[in-house]
């Protein structure tokens, strides 16, 4: 009996000892993603972290498919898609998190605490010094219809990446469609995503990119001839929020996961990487002194009129 009585005991000591495990579905760069999750496995001893990464269409469209089949696997979502979490929201499908972190403004803690942003990131201007010569530098977005910079220019897929979905509605609403048309003419190209376009651009395929700043700046510390122009009509600021998904199997440790991302030292890791922290207090990276000058947000113009902007765009430029 008492051997039982052990046995019994040592399995549950073993069960407990158990490595909890987050699943977290998001179409962050992984070269930056993986030492997020390293940093907060070092401070949460015992605790697995299993990603899945791709484009967040690519994400949703799997989250989508899980959902409607009674069975999603993410603990947490963090996409570049606003309207996708607003949806959720809206069905119930997101756990509100209280901002308890010192110093986090309450206006990127949206719909109630269902999703946060925990750093900054915009879609400005990239320039190939080199390859652009003598030319003079773009310093607003309609500078980019100018003839001297025909076939010159890419920006990535808005199927494939959130960001470039966000480029594609704020120039659409804030200049008409018929602004894709005349970039169209002055030989605008598209690439799947910004990884791609950015390496495209630093090889000198491109002089100019319609881009996120981050992945430019860590180009920038490499050597590469690259610049990161914030256009003086406003930069675009990407909504790339976090949530912790309503039907997460451990719930209280996926917020744990996203409050630690608003910590100290998250906070300083975003830096190091190229991203603005969303904390006023936390270091700035390399190159950004102030606050960046943004258009605002397209986010319900986008949630509106989404497919028929895709639907437009792909005929456009013979995609899909």
């Known amino acids: 009996m008492q051997r039982l009585i052990l046995a019994s005991f040592l399995a549950c000591g073993l069960a407990f000892a158990q490595p909890q495990t987050l699943t977290l579905y998001t179409s962050e760069v992984l070269t930056n ?50 309207t996708f979490f607003r949806e959720l929201a809206a069905a119930n499908r997101l756990r509100p998190v209280r901002a308890t972190t010192p110093g986090f403004p309450v206006k990127f803690a949206y719909q109630g605490g269902r999703y946060y942003e925990v750093r ?14 003598n030319l003079p530098e773009p310093q607003t977005w309609r500078d980019l219809l ?3 910079y025909r076939d010159l220019i890419g ?25 894709f048309e005349q ?47 914030y256009p003086r009509d406003g930069a675009i600021l990407v909504p790339t929020p976090i949530g912790v998904m309503a039907s997460s199997r451990n719930p209280v440790l996926a917020e744990r996961f996203m409050r630690f991302l608003l910590s100290p030292e998250a906070q300083a890791l975003f830096a190091q990487q190229g991203y603005i922290p969303v904390i006023a207090s936390a270091p700035r990276p390399a190159g950004v002194s102030g606050e960046v000058l943004s258009i605002p947000s397209a986010a319900d113009f986008i949630q509106a009129n989404r497919q028929s902007l895709l639907t437009q765009f792909n005929t456009l430029f013979n995609l899909r």
């Open 33 to 82: 993603v993986d030492p997020m999750i390293e940093l907060f496995k070092r401070a949460n001893p015992g605790i697995n972290v299993q990603v899945f990464r791709s484009g967040t269409g690519e994400v949703i469209t799997r989250l989508r498919a899980e959902l409607e089949a009674g069975n999603p696997q993410a603990d947490l979502l963090w996409v570049a898609d606003e």
């Open 120 to 133: 900054l990131l915009y879609n400005g201007i990239a320039i190939n010094t080199r390859k652009l010569g």
């Open 146 to 148: 100018k003839p001297e």
């Open 155 to 179: 920006m990535p897929n808005p199927n494939f990446s959130g960001a470039a979905l966000s480029t594609l509605g704020t120039f659409s609403q804030r200049f008409g469609f018929s602004f």
């Open 183 to 229: 970039l169209q003419r002055n030989g605008l190209k598209v690439e799947q995503s910004n990884p791609i376009l950015q390496q495209k651009l630093a090889e000198g395929q491109y002089g100019i990119a319609i881009i996120t700043d981050f992945g430019i700046r860590d180009l920038i510390r490499q050597g590469a001839p690259l610049k990161v122009i």
